[in-house]
């Protein structure tokens, strides 16, 4: 416990900092990644057979394949194929977002599909328009399964950020390796970096439970 | 011309290899009140669905005022809005408050000031008994009571024609009174009305003529009373034995 507080006077910055990468990839990851959901999630409810075809065999590769083997996918192929310098951080980052976009399609396609069908058709029977049934009808009681759903892949994708230690980009798992070099204390340094992550999803998961309570007080 | 308001012509429709709909040709003239009664599977729903195109016949024709809307698709809303209809699950919208539920399609797709549509549906909602839940959400009203809401809703539309698919089925028995008599009210009132029910009484009481249908066509129809004392299809004269 002792070696554990002097670790962390004298390396706090460079938890710090890894904490900084991890907010700042899980944050993109999420954001860009839950675009790339909607979108696919939409692709996968097309009348286009296609359209359909394609977006089942992205998400099936990205739920049949390790989130590590992706990673390295993205860290060996993007540099070879796009014509300008790309760095590490950004090829790993996009191999999260891409793998984020098909757990999220999941998620919003669940939600949206959970909406029981007499509701389209009773928006429909009153001669809303489409996009009215849509954002109207279907999406505020959607919303209510995929908002908790999408908190709690948050939380999964900040836990996957720690692959990124595989490729020495900055971020927890990182600061830790760096600390553990320079001092020989495994398990101390690792104890930090483990702490920081709970107190991180775990106030996160608590956020999410008041969400959800929230969300759920309004259908009264 | 007749006043004719809906018209089909060798209706059909199939789920995959499932004829459901095997031809129907009728047509529902302005006021008149059609009760539509037949066996389960019989077709019955398919066919009031066909009619505001939440199902999409296979082949033949729907005419609504004059125009093929089987047609031209991509307005079918617009003749949505002059089609009401009520389902057996009510669907009303749980994240809305019983006068937003009312009002939104007013509001949103034919303009009306928000003002006005709320004292319209506050007048419908006197109307069927609901005044007081007007800023209530739909959880806290008794199934009768959600359907009598489905019905304004559908009404504050300000529809030619009412389209109920068995509202009373899903129903508490002490619930059923209230609804059909919100719906022979309207009847009364001179809406065009077309019901599909298992309520033999009710619609041997408000209806003008009655379809029976079987195994995907109209087997017989006529006025109530030809109907339910001297039926001649043979297939009609079981069914009734049975519910009667």
């Excluded at chain 2, 209809?85 to 509001?107: A, G």
Aim: hydrophobic share 45%.
């Amino acid at each position: 416990m002792d070696k554990i507080v002097r670790l962390w006077t004298r390396y706090s910055g460079i938890y710090i900092k890894g904490l900084g990468g991890t907010l700042w990839m899980s944050a993109v990851t999420i954001c860009i990644g839950t675009l790339l959901g909607i979108f696919v999630a939409l692709l996968r409810m097309s009348k286009w057979k296609l359209l359909r075809a394609v977006a089942d065999v992205y998400v099936e590769i990205v739920r049949g394949t390790p989130a590590l083997l992706q990673l390295y996918f993205f860290w060996l192929v993007v540099p070879k194929v796009v014509h300008f310098p790309i760095s590490d951080t950004q090829c790993i980052v996009l191999g999260l977002i891409f793998n984020a976009g098909a757990y999220i399609s999941e998620i919003i396609r669940a939600g949206l599909q959970a909406v029981d069908k007499g509701q389209w058709e009773a928006a429909r029977s009153l001669g809303l328009a489409e996009r009215n049934v849509m954002s109207r009808i279907i999406m505020p009681q959607a919303i209510k399964n995929i908002l908790p759903a999408l908190c709690n892949e948050f939380i999964t994708t900040i836990k996957g950020t720690s692959l990124a230690s595989v490729f020495f980009i900055n971020e927890l798992m990182t600061s830790y390796k760096t600390v553990n070099s320079a001092t020989f204390l495994a398990v101390q340094s690792l104890c930090i970096a483990g702490f920081i992550y709970l107190l991180l999803n775990v106030t996160l998961s608590r956020l999410v439970k008041l969400l959800e309570r929230r969300l759920q007080s309004s259908d009264r | 011309m007749t006043d004719e308001i809906i018209r089909t012509e060798d209706l059909c429709k199939s789920f995959g290899k499932l004829e459901v709909l095997k031809g129907i040709s009728t047509s529902i003239r302005r006021g008149e009140v059609v009760s539509i009664i037949g066996p389960s599977g019989g077709g019955k729903s398919t066919f009031l669905r066909c009619l505001n195109l939440l199902e999409v016949p296979t082949s033949g024709k729907v005419f609504f005022e004059g125009t093929e809307i089987t047609a031209r698709k991509e307005k079918i809303n617009l003749y949505r809005q002059k089609i009401g209809m009520v389902f057996q699950s009510f669907n009303v919208f749980p994240h809305l408050t019983v006068l937003d539920n009312i009002t939104l399609t007013p509001i949103l797709e034919k303009k009306i000031p928000k003002a006005q549509a709320e004292r319209e549906a506050m007048e419908l909602l006197e109307r069927v008994g609901l005044t007081e839940k007007a800023g209530e959400y739909p959880g806290r009203l008794s199934g009768g009571q959600k359907q009598r809401l489905a019905i304004v809703r559908a009404l504050a539309m300000q529809p030619d024609v009412m389209l109920f698919d068995e509202p009373t089925s899903a129903l508490d028995p002490e619930m059923v009174k209230g609804v059909l008599e919100v719906i022979a009210g309207l009847a009364r009132s001179g809406m065009t009305i077309v019901i599909v029910t298992h309520e033999m009484g009710f619609a041997r009481e408000v209806s003008d003529r009655v379809l029976f249908i079987c195994d995907g066509i109209i087997k017989e129809e006529g006025p109530p009373e030809a109907i339910f004392t001297m039926p001649r299809d043979p297939a009609t004269i079981r069914f009734l034995s049975m519910v009667l």
